[in-house]
């Protein structure tokens, strides 16, 4: 369970596992796809790399 802004209706949701629909590995992370509450297709970059990225993109 992790907390999601929906970018379809802007409301902050608890995201369950029975929501996913896929995960997909690359370079740049984890990226977690899955249905908002109000069903909007979403997904969020998460992992190692993921964090390491935004680390980078705060101190640029």
């Given at each position: 369970?992790?907390?999601?802004?929906?970018?379809?209706?802007s409301?902050?949701?608890?995201?369950?596992?029975?929501?996913?629909?896929?995960i997909?590995?690359?370079?740049?992370?984890?990226t977690?796809?899955?249905?908002?509450?109000?069903?909007?297709?979403?997904?969020?970059?998460t992992?190692?790399?993921?964090?390491?990225r935004?680390r980078e993109t705060?101190?640029?």
């Open positions: 369970m992790f907390a999601h802004t929906c970018t379809a209706c409301t902050r949701y608890l995201i369950f596992p029975s929501q996913v629909t896929g997909r590995n690359s370079d740049e992370g984890i977690l796809d899955f249905l908002c509450w109000c069903d909007a297709p979403q997904s969020q970059l992992g190692k790399a993921a964090g390491l935004s705060v101190a640029a």
